[in-house]
Every structure is written in C-alpha cells, then in structure tokens.
C-alpha cells in the first residue's frame, strides 16, 4: 500500500470541494428565480441568496485549504505541521 493514499485522495476530494463551490456560483443564478416563484419565500430572498453564496464559499475555501494541506503531505522532506 502506498504511503502517499491518504494524501492523494484527500487532494481528489479538495478538487471536489472546490468544483462544487465553482458549480454553485454558476447554478445560483439559474435557480433563484425558480425559487422567487414560490410565494412562501418572497419575503426572504435575499436570505437566500446570501446562505447560498457563503455555502459556495466555504466549499471553496475547505476544497483549497484541504488541497493546500494535502499538497505538502505529498513534497518529500520534513513533515509538515497542521
């Protein structure tokens, strides 16, 4: 089994994370005007738009931390510390 796994798969996952926070930014706009049809949400709209966007966010700063993180696990040298 190879030591650098973990690593490795962590990386793929930060990728993940960071495409999916990519993915939001571009499907909010196609979405929001779906949900601004359904009265119940009329008066919260902008609520929504922010808990969206902060979601979209912290996805891509979680998948670029963990890709930062992960990378250094992968460079030979002295361990890095968290």
């Given at each position: 089994m190879d030591d650098n796994l973990k690593p490795k798969i962590q990386l793929v996952w930060g990728v993940l994370l960071v495409l999916a926070g990519v993915g939001m930014f571009f499907?909010?706009?196609q979405v929001m005007p779906q949900i601004?049809?359904?009265e119940y949400f009329a008066a919260v709209?902008?609520?929504i738009y922010f808990c969206m966007y902060f979601v979209a966010v912290f996805l891509i700063a979680?998948?670029?931390r963990?890709?930062?993180l992960n990378y250094r696990?992968?460079?030979p040298g002295?361990?890095?510390k968290p």
């Open positions: 499907r909010i706009p601004r049809q359904i709209i902008p609520f979680g998948g670029a963990k890709l930062y696990q992968l460079k002295p361990p890095p």
